[in-house]
């Protein structure tokens, strides 16, 4: 298994090019399920999340196209065979995303089985915001030896209806994907309401109307979705991804560093930089992109310069869904805050489990205290290096965070975590003068493994 030897207590420097998002480009994979037409999608990161849901759509009868090399981040998707309508757990179980073929499937084919998701190292992820939906589009969906089994009404087609979409924990991001995905083919008119707002989602409504949908106020609570009978091919490039953004701001305040960051999201991140600054890190938009050329107007897609005072300050922090402060930054920004002078407050609202950071980063001498969906960080001067064990992948991202800041070596173990939502970071860190070895865990001593 891999992991990283980090040398910690350097500053880092330099620009920094974000990817495609990762979460932006599954349910875009998925939605090549809901046409025979090939769908080209651009900007496509080569994560093991991303190869893993290839894997199952090729399972499903939908196949990558030869990849040219001269444009390795452009996936062509085309669904030649539907006769096999089966996720299987097998699959399914090492992504728990492969739950967004569930929608484009059942619309398209009429029936759908997909393994049932268990839980993750984040916390229960139940789905029954999605079945709801579906059930409310007309689907008949029972569970069957593991398997959720969806079945359109006679005649194979969903219809329109009233669908609410809210939770115990706010909305659900790949449930409003899987339904507005199946609206689309529905008959008649879809109105979801407490839909998820995400930049993905928004993302993923424009590539369905490059298909021929139509979609109303993806990006808003209520998305309104008028049925059509098929779908075409299309072409689309992936948002770029911010939370692979806001992790290089966090390590550029925590190394009192100096980076540009490309390709920067910046319009959909106001709760990140909101409280980034509030902390004292400062972010400010370039005029000019990497190539000098004047800086495209896509607020989505700018270069950003983040410097920090020395002195960090504390903040107070509550996680939320879009647009408030991501879950998905919570492990990063704890890691920053250990750093800060005086007492930090982080909540999180929406995965309440989601802590496996904080043990790691107590041994790392981090001063933490837990107490049920809140965690009290009382800043310190200085992190130590430690053998760590990265649990999930926000948390390895945190832990290599915390890594680059300390004093002496920190072994990170188990990256394959990281290696599900960041492109070769070491090397990308590397590159900003960090001192990072990607070694097989078999080469280290049982010191650096931790015992
Ligand atoms: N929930 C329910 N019922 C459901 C679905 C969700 O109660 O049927 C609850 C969840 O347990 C959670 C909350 O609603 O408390 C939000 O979950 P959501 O469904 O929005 O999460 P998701 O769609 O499964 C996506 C991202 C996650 C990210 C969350 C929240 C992808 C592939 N995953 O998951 O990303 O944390 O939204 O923003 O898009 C990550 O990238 O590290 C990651 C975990």
């Known amino acids: 298994m891999d992991t990283f030897v980090i040398e910690g207590g350097r500053r880092l420097e330099g620009r920094v090019t974000v990817n495609g998002a990762k979460n932006a480009a599954l349910p875009l994979m998925a939605a090549a399920l809901l046409t025979n037409e090939p769908v080209t999608l651009r900007d496509v990161a080569p994560l093991a999340d991303i190869r893993n849901l290839q894997r199952l759509l090729a399972e499903l009868g939908c196949h990558k196209a030869e990849a040219d090399p001269a444009q390795p981040a452009v996936v062509k998707l085309q669904t030649t065979d539907e006769s096999c309508s089966h996720a299987r757990y097998e699959i399914v179980r090492t992504m728990r995303a492969g739950i967004c073929v569930l929608g484009p499937m059942l619309a398209k084919r009429g029936e759908a089985k997909v393994s049932m998701p268990g839980g993750c190292s984040i916390g229960d992820?139940?789905?029954?915001?999605?079945?709801?939906?579906?059930?409310?589009?007309?689907?008949?969906?029972?569970?069957?030896?593991?398997?959720?089994?969806?079945?359109?009404?006679?005649?194979?087609?969903?219809?329109?209806?009233?669908?609410?979409?809210?939770?115990?924990?706010?909305?659900?991001?790949?449930?409003?994907?899987?339904?507005?995905?199946?609206?689309t083919l529905a008959e008649g008119i879809t109105i979801i309401e407490s839909a998820a707002c995400e930049p993905e989602i928004v993302d993923l409504a424009d590539l369905l109307m490059k298909m021929g949908a139509q979609i109303e106020g993806a990006g808003s609570p209520r998305i309104t979705v008028y049925g059509v009978k098929e779908l075409k091919g299309a072409d689309h490039r992936v948002i770029p991804d911010r939370i692979e953004a806001g992790t290089y701001m966090c390590i550029a305040a925590a190394t009192n560093g100096n980076i540009t960051i490309d390709n920067c999201p910046l319009d959909a991140m106001m709760s990140v930089t909101d409280r980034l600054e509030a902390a004292g890190v400062h972010i400010r938009r370039m005029g000019h992109n990497r190539q000098g050329d004047p800086a495209p107007e896509d607020p989505m897609r700018v270069s950003?310069?983040?410097?920090c005072d020395r002195i960090l300050r504390p903040v107070e922090v509550t996680t939320q869904p879009h647009p408030g402060f991501p879950t998905d930054l919570q492990a990063q920004l704890m890691a920053l805050l250990c750093l800060a002078e005086g007492n930090s407050v982080i909540t999180e609202k929406i995965f309440p489990e989601r802590f496996l950071h904080v043990a790691e980063l107590s041994r790392m001498g981090a001063h933490l205290f837990r107490q049920g969906p809140t965690v009290i960080i009382s800043g310190v001067r200085r992190l130590v290096g430690a053998p760590v064990m990265a649990s999930d992948l926000r948390a390895s991202a945190s832990l290599v965070l915390a890594?680059?800041?300390?004093?002496?070596?920190t072994v990170v173990n188990r990256v394959y975590h990281l290696d599900r939502g960041y492109e070769r970071m070491e090397e990308k860190l590397n590159m900003l003068g960090a001192a990072i070895e990607r070694v097989d865990d078999k080469s280290l001593t049982d010191d650096q493994r931790g015992g």
């Open 304 to 307: 950003v310069k983040v410097t």
């Open 403 to 409: 890594g680059l800041a300390a004093e002496g070596t």
């Open 125 to 183: 992820r139940p789905v029954d915001l999605h079945l709801r939906g579906l059930a409310a589009l007309g689907a008949r969906i029972t569970l069957r030896g593991g398997d959720i089994i969806a079945e359109a009404p006679a005649g194979g087609r969903l219809h329109g209806a009233k669908v609410f979409l809210g939770g115990p924990f706010g909305s659900t991001v790949l449930g409003t994907a899987n339904v507005m995905s199946a609206a």
